[in-house]
């Protein structure tokens, strides 16, 4: 299993889709499918095609995090997990941060340059929800990127059923990640809001 960030190469959308679909129960052929899919040139254009607007009703101010300062992996993901489950009553903390470590179990979701990408799926929400988290310093995160300690983590919340609109917004954020220029606004950044200006996240 691999983490490599997704980058615009045909083999870079294989490998990370490969990743994201190991966080979820389908059978190979329908794995199979779905790569196919993403890999192909239309699908492609419309996953990393960075002037794509995210929209609010994924993540808003709330759940955004800047400059936190903590140590560890464990620490990052009990935080990400508070701001998932903030977003419905039914959503309870303690359950969102076992499923996301049940995740990270299967492999690791650091993507490299400083990222992680952590995910995981609930039958308690009905859209994708996402949370974002900027932290002061880098951590460890036990990464393949190991010499470079992530400091940038945005998680993804989906329901039961996986399919190709979860599997458009993972790549869709990973393109954004792969890009330096967005890497780097998301760094300088000193408010939530400044945060998601620089992932292009709009009320639209």
Same mark, same amino acid.
């Given at each position: 299993?691999?983490?490599?960030?997704?980058?615009?190469?045909?083999?870079?959308?294989?490998?990370?889709?490969?990743?994201?679909?190991?966080?979820?129960?389908?059978?190979?052929?329908?794995?199979?499918?779905?790569?196919?899919?993403?890999?192909?040139?239309?699908?492609?254009?419309?996953?990393?095609?960075?002037?794509?607007?995210?929209?609010?009703?994924?993540?808003?101010?709330?759940?955004?995090?800047?400059?936190?300062?903590?140590?560890?992996?464990?620490?990052?993901?009990?935080?990400?997990?508070? &701001? #998932? *489950?903030?977003?419905?009553? %039914?959503?309870?903390?303690?359950?969102?941060? +076992? $499923? /996301?470590?049940?995740?990270?179990?299967?492999?690791?979701?650091?993507?490299?340059?400083?990222?992680?990408?952590?995910?995981?799926?609930?039958?308690?929400?009905?859209?994708?929800?996402?949370?974002?988290?900027?932290?002061?310093?880098?951590?460890?995160?036990?990464?393949?990127?190991?010499?470079?300690?992530?400091?940038?983590?945005?998680?993804?919340?989906?329901?039961?059923?996986?399919?190709?609109?979860?599997?458009? &917004? #993972? *790549?869709?954020?990973?393109? %954004?990640?792969?890009?330096?220029?967005?890497? +780097? $606004? /998301?760094?300088?950044?000193?408010?939530?809001?400044?945060?998601?200006?620089?992932?292009?996240?709009?009320?639209?």
């Amino acid at each position: 299993m691999t983490t490599q960030i997704l980058d615009t190469s045909s083999g870079s959308v294989m490998r990370h889709s490969r990743c994201f679909l190991s966080g979820f129960r389908i059978d190979e052929r329908q794995q199979r499918q779905s790569l196919g899919e993403l890999n192909s040139p239309r699908l492609r254009s419309q996953i990393l095609g960075l002037g794509v607007m995210l929209s609010t009703d994924l993540i808003n101010e709330t759940r955004v995090i800047c400059g936190l300062e903590i140590t560890s992996k464990k620490r990052l993901l009990e935080i990400l997990a508070q &701001l #998932l *489950a903030s977003a419905h009553p %039914r959503l309870d903390a303690e359950v969102v941060f +076992e $499923r /996301l470590l049940e995740r990270e179990r299967l492999g690791s979701t650091a993507l490299g340059h400083g990222i992680a990408l952590p995910h995981a799926r609930t039958k308690d929400v009905t859209e994708v929800i996402g949370a974002l988290v900027q932290l002061q310093r880098g951590i460890d995160y036990d990464g393949a990127d190991s010499d470079e300690p992530v400091d940038l983590a945005f998680a993804l919340l989906a329901p039961e059923a996986a399919n190709d609109e979860h599997l458009r &917004l #993972l *790549a869709q954020l990973a393109g %954004r990640f792969s890009d330096p220029s967005i890497r +780097e $606004r /998301l760094r300088q950044a000193d408010s939530p809001s400044g945060l998601l200006q620089a992932l292009n996240i709009s009320d639209s």
